[in-house]
């Protein structure tokens, strides 16, 4: 069983590495979970405490619909046009951030079967790879200014 990594989890801030095809991608299926039940857009590998470069994320803006797993991500593409937005996070609740992202960008990644694919994302959508990529590479939206915009 998984649990949830929050606030100055030491492995938040740590790269991830890559899988490799044919490793068991299993874990996805308790990303997925997780991510339902904490009713997130997406959720990070080492938000569960794995140092794998894998997420999961939810589309839709009601948190229903297809999951989409995207194993390995590479962003290969990003547009000129930037989006200012407040993002939330499942490791830091209850703490909002305004943040600016990409408004579209092409990503390289491989499914939960290993198969190859290539996405392209928009607005609400590249904001959540964007956010979730973040944590693949130790980097959290909200890094150390938590305390002061929790006021803890």
Sequence with gaps: MYTLRKFNDPILKQKCVPLTVGDDLSFLRDMKRMCVENRGAGLAAPQI??????????????????????????VVETGDA???????????????????????????YYDWRWRKQRGRF???????????????????????????????
């Design 49 to 74: 405490g794995l140092l794998h470069r894998a997420f999961v994320m939810f589309p839709g803006r009601d948190g229903k619909g297809m999951c989409v797993s995207l194993v390995n991500p590479v």
């Design 82 to 108: 930037t989006l200012w937005s407040e993002e939330a996070c499942l490791s830091y609740p209850g703490v909002k951030v305004l943040v600016q992202r990409h408004r579209d960008l092409v990503v390289e």
């Design 122 to 152: 928009s607005c609400w959508e590249a904001r959540i790879v964007q956010h979730e990529m973040d944590h693949l590479n130790g980097v959290c939206v909200v890094g150390d200014e938590w305390r002061r915009l929790s006021g803890e």
